[in-house]
């Protein structure tokens, strides 16, 4: 049961980083959490893979006053995705026209849906960002739903503000990521003989306009 928890972590990490890659291509909008990363590498100069990883480990600090402890889906998490960020970037092309973006977008979301169940469903551990949303709401009191538009508005505007990507693809994300995880959850999630922490059904609902 283990080997097939690790293998469907991996591939679901893969398939976000080349989910991310996708919607850059598409240059029609990123979700909140990566119109933060975007802005931020153009500041930096670094690839947004490596700006991913780098925020994750920032993010993984948060988690301290929180009390809150990474498995290893989280540290896998935080390296992975960059990762295969970059890798994506590198193979995938852009598109000039819109049928290719849209096609594109769509595509994007579909992948990122099915690689989000994939690492909730192998239940080794939530990502930096769902951690983090996840212990702001239970050291505050606040419901996970305040925690994590707090957070994403505040990560949305601040990444704007650097020049990151927000358009129509921001606004499909967070309408669509939400209904899609929860629709494929089941296939994807595996058994515990222990029941395992996992990310509250409020979590998966449609992010506000991250992760």
Request: with cysteine; hydrophobic share 55%.
């Amino acid at each position: 049961m283990m080997i097939r928890r690790i293998t469907q972590l991996l591939i679901g990490l893969a398939m976000y980083g080349i989910s991310l890659a996708m919607f850059i291509r598409a240059g029609l909008g990123l979700d909140p959490w990566d119109v933060f990363h975007q802005g931020l590498a153009g500041l930096s100069g670094f690839s947004i893979g490596t700006v991913v990883v780098a925020v994750s480990f920032l993010v993984l600090l948060l988690w301290i006053p929180l009390r809150q402890k990474p498995g290893f889906g989280t540290l896998a998490n935080a390296v992975l995705v960059g990762v295969f960020a970059d890798i994506g970037l590198a193979l995938i092309p852009a598109f000039s026209h819109l049928g290719g973006q849209i096609g594109m977008l769509a595509g994007a979301v579909v992948l990122n849906g099915i690689a989000s169940a994939c690492y909730i469903g192998a239940r080794l551990g939530p990502g930096a960002r769902d951690g983090l949303m996840t212990g702001l709401a239970h050291r505050t009191g606040w419901s996970v739903r305040v925690s994590r538009t707090l957070i994403e508005v505040v990560v949305l505007g601040i990444g704007w503000l650097l020049g990151g990507s927000v358009g129509v693809g921001t606004v499909l994300y967070a309408l669509a990521i939400g209904p899609l995880v929860q629709l494929l959850l089941p296939w994807f999630m595996v058994p515990a003989a222990v029941k395992a922490p996992a990310i509250e059904p409020e979590a998966l609902e449609p992010r506000a306009v991250r992760s």
